[in-house]
């Protein structure tokens, strides 16, 4: 994926990345929500926040040291997502001091024809634990 | 179809108790691997009596929850902030109520209360007419 540091100073551009709404994640995450509907649940678009290449690029804004705590979330939904549908996933991680925090915005489009499908925030606060792992 | 009026609430809706196995399940099907949900010693050491269950994980209760109650209204946004900590084996309970209405939609308060004295979650749902945004 593309990677480059923003025009700000702490502020990372992410992606593009493929975004696949994949039947079969779809079908795990429901799964694991307990969840009978069909379509995907509303905050299935979490998942590609956990994309390989998404992390590797917020694990290199991050640093090594701190555990995140997922402090808040949003999601605006432009459109239904297609299980099936391919979507083009970019978006901006700030880091910001006093509280150290990592604030990610990211928006979904359809990978034809570009429409916006789902815009993501999310506000992680990163608390330093010597001696252990983060995320 | 009439919008629901400011005032009208939701039932109250008992949520989880998860327990270990459905928060790795979660863990799994999420991506979220962040180990203070999966590894008891760590969240202990940063002073939980047991791993907190996913903020997200509590989240995904309210899409259903509020299809359920309006299935001819959409979910257009859906925000929330993770406060108190909902531990492994905890109860808690949805509750929601609309806030305002609009020409086309409705804005509601949800929030998802465990044993603690705050919410475990507080969060906003944007419904309008039409099938399912997402």
Redesign the interface.
């Known amino acids: 994926m593309a990677e480059i540091a923003g025009d700000t100073p702490g502020e990372f551009i992410l992606g593009p990345i493929e975004a696949a709404a994949d039947p079969a994640?779809i079908a795990?995450?429901r799964?694991?929500?307990g969840?009978t509907?069909p379509?995907?649940?509303?905050?299935?678009?979490?998942?590609w926040?956990?994309?390989p290449a998404l992390r590797a690029a917020l694990d290199r804004a991050l640093g090594g040291r701190f555990?995140?705590?997922?402090?808040?979330?949003?999601?605006?939904?432009?459109?239904?997502?297609k299980a099936g549908g391919r979507y083009v996933l970019t978006g901006v991680a700030r880091r910001e001091s006093a509280p150290d925090r990592l604030i990610l915005t990211a928006e979904a489009q359809e990978a034809d024809g570009g429409a916006m499908?789902?815009r993501l925030?999310s506000v992680l606060r990163l608390?330093e634990?010597a001696g252990?792992?983060k995320? | 179809m009439t919008l629901p009026a400011p005032g009208e609430k939701l039932d109250e809706i008992p949520i989880g108790p998860f327990d270990a196995t459905?928060v790795a399940?979660?863990a799994?099907?999420?991506?979220?691997?962040?180990?203070?949900h999966l590894d008891p010693a760590?969240a202990a050491?940063?002073g939980f009596a047991a791993p907190p269950v996913?903020?997200?994980?509590l989240?995904?209760e309210?899409?259903?929850a509020l299809?359920a109650w309006r299935p001819d209204l959409?979910?257009?946004?859906?925000?929330?902030?993770?406060a108190e900590p909902l531990l492994v084996g905890e109860p808690a309970k949805l509750a929601a109520r609309v806030l305002k209405r609009e020409a086309d939609s409705v804005l509601l308060r949800v929030t998802i209360q465990g044993p603690r004295r705050g919410p475990c979650l507080v969060a906003e749902a944007v419904l309008a007419p039409g099938?399912?945004?997402?």
């Open positions: 994640e795990a995450f799964a694991a929500l969840s509907a379509e995907p649940p509303p905050t299935y678009p979490i998942v926040l956990a994309r555990l995140p705590i997922h402090e808040s979330q949003s999601f605006d939904y432009e459109r239904p997502l499908a789902v925030r608390v634990i252990n792992e995320k | 459905a399940a979660y799994r099907a999420s991506g979220d691997d962040n180990p203070i760590l050491s940063v996913h903020g997200m994980r989240m995904a309210i899409g259903p299809a959409a979910i257009r946004r859906l925000a929330g902030a993770f099938s399912a945004a997402a």
